[in-house]
C-alpha cells in the first residue's frame, strides 16, 4: 500500500507539474527537470504518508500488540505480488 500510493503521488505531481509548465510556455528541458524534482520529492513524501496510513490502518484494525505482525504479513504479501526480484548486472 505505501509504495502504491508513492508511486501515484509521483505521477501525479509529475503530470500536474509538466501541464503547468506547458500552459506557462516554459522550454521542455525545463519542464522537464521540474517534473523530474517534483516526482522525487512527492514519491518521498508518498512513502512517508502511505507509511503512516498503513501504520493507522493495521493499528485500528488489529490493535497496536499484534499491528507488528500483520505489518510483516502484509510487507510479505506486497513482495509477492510485485514480482521476481532482478539480479544486479
Not at 38 to 46: D, W
Not at 53 to 74: C, K, P
Request: glycine residues 6%; hydrophobic residues 55%.
Amino acid at each position: 500500500m505505501t509504495k502504491r500510493f508513492a508511486g501515484f503521488m509521483a505521477i501525479l505531481a509529475f503530470f500536474v507539474t509538466c501541464v503547468s509548465g506547458l500552459v506557462a510556455d516554459t522550454t521542455m528541458l525545463d519542464v522537464l527537470l521540474r517534473a523530474l524534482s517534483a516526482m522525487a520529492v512527492f514519491f518521498l513524501i508518498g512513502l512517508l504518508i502511505g507509511y503512516i496510513a498503513n501504520r493507522i490502518l493495521l493499528d485500528s484494525l488489529f490493535g497496536e500488540e499484534t499491528a507488528e505482525a500483520a505489518e510483516a504479513v502484509v510487507d510479505e504479501v506486497d513482495a509477492e505480488q510485485s514480482g521476481p526480484e532482478i539480479p544486479p548486472a
